[in-house]
């Protein structure tokens, strides 16, 4: 599943061809994808102007003149693709589900072979209180994620602290691995429960969170399957990774002779080091 460094590689990569830019021809292709797609998608977005490109958690969202908003999410395997103004557009692939054609004559397509993707509608003055939305907690990388938030979110939780930061309503667009990158760099136990955590380990992880998705941001987002930039480029943060997908491998801190584990939490799989980690 993307997450929120793959979402903002993918954001930033379409808002110098849609920000501002009038759409001229939207056609969706399949009914539905994780849910249907609006019977009036055609209508409501040929000929509208795109204002504004902004995200959300994972959700990025297209903001149009008159005030409609649409919503999607890349889901597992979504990846989307520009055809600039000028080069041969390629015919529609086979889970090609949503194109955009704007005035400047670019051609933005949406593909999902697994279709758990999603695209709705909602608008300017209620995208607060959309039910994708509204229970959506800060963003990493602004002022109202800080460590009073992380505590007072902490305090009572007896979960796992790799658990808890997976929770979009404590913190909005943290995933699996850079949950487990941080937790790496700040050496705190995957297993710990949440509300173990002392004032200094809280204080330590925020700014190592923010540090972790703006390298990965910088970089392109992870290379995984089935993600890709809008380019069409793979990122390469993975080249990066510390502790993530290194199960056997040595640790890579300074004076530790131990190995990286891998355990299963909430289905998911964890990485860290037994050692360094407390």
């Not at 995200?55 to 890349?74: F, T």
Request: aromatic share 6%; glycine share 8%.
């Amino acid at each position: 599943m993307p997450e929120l460094p793959e979402v903002e590689t993918v954001r930033r990569g379409l808002a110098p061809i849609l920000e501002n830019t009038r759409i001229a021809k939207a056609c969706a292709h399949a009914p539905k994808l994780r849910v249907d797609i609006p019977k009036d998608f055609n209508q409501r977005l040929s000929g509208a102007l795109v204002t504004r490109l902004t995200r959300r958690s994972k959700y990025i969202l297209m903001e149009c003149e008159d005030g409609l908003v649409a919503i999607l999410h890349l889901g597992m395997s979504g990846r989307i693709t520009i055809h600039t103004a000028g080069s041969e557009h390629p015919a529609r692939a086979k889970h090609d589900h949503i194109t955009l054609l704007t005035e400047n004559g670019d051609l933005v397509v949406f593909n999902d072979a697994r279709r758990f993707g999603l695209l709705v509608f909602s608008s300017v003055s209620e995208i607060d209180q959309h039910a994708l939305i509204k229970d959506i907690g800060p963003e990493p990388l602004g002022n109202g994620f800080n460590s009073a938030h992380l505590a007072a979110g902490l305090a009572k939780r007896k979960s796992p602290i790799k658990t808890s930061l997976l929770d979009q309503k404590l913190v909005a667009g943290l995933g699996n691995i850079y949950v487990c990158e941080a937790l790496w760099r700040v050496g705190i136990a995957p297993t710990r429960l949440a509300n173990t955590l002392s004032a200094e380990e809280i204080e330590a992880l925020v700014p190592i969170i923010r540090t972790i998705l703006e390298e990965a941001i910088a970089a392109g987002g992870s290379t995984l399957k089935d993600y890709a930039q809008v380019s069409g480029e793979l990122g390469y943060f993975q080249h990066s990774f510390k502790a993530y997908g290194r199960e056997g491998e040595p640790c890579i801190a300074k004076g530790c002779q131990a190995t990286i584990e891998r355990i299963v939490q909430s289905n998911r799989s964890t990485f860290y080091c037994p050692n360094c980690q407390k």
